[in-house]
Nanobody
Framework: QEHLVESGGGSVQAGGSLRLSCAGG?????????MAWFRQAPGKEREEVAS???????RYADSVKGRFTISKDNTKRTLYLQMNNLKPEDTATYFC???????????????WGQGTQVTVSA
């Protein structure tokens, strides 16, 4: 199992920004795998926030379109999630994940980080 480590979480006011990072895992993961960000709020199911395929195609949850941007730096073996105009409903633990193909459910992904907390206050 690949070891991924998220960072960049924190507490911000509504309208603020954060950039999450996810590092670790082998270099090939960043060039050929699907990389994604999920989040899980207390009492809710883990949901996909954004995914990035090896060909560069991206997918976003409707709730974050236009506010969040997923990207990666293959040479640094790092995945990013730029989050702008944050809302209280974005409060959750955010996880990065990787798998050979982009599934839609968290159960489709085999490699995970430990998560980083994002708290947005009104």
């Amino acid at each position: 199992q690949e070891h991924l480590v998220e960072s960049g979480g924190g507490s911000v006011q509504a309208g603020g920004s954060l950039r999450l990072s996810c590092a670790g895992g082998p270099r090939y993961m960043y060039s050929v795998y699907c990389m994604a960000w999920f989040r899980q709020a207390p009492g809710k199911e883990r949901e996909e926030v954004a995914s990035l395929e090896s060909n560069g195609a991206t997918r976003y949850a409707d709730s974050v379109k236009g506010r969040f941007t997923i990207s990666k730096d293959n040479t640094k073996r790092t995945l990013y999630l730029q989050m702008n105009n944050l809302k209280p409903e974005d409060t959750a633990t955010y996880f990065c994940a990787a798998e050979s193909s982009c599934g839609r459910r968290w159960t489709d992904f085999g490699a995970w980080g430990q998560g980083t907390q994002v708290t947005v206050s009104a």
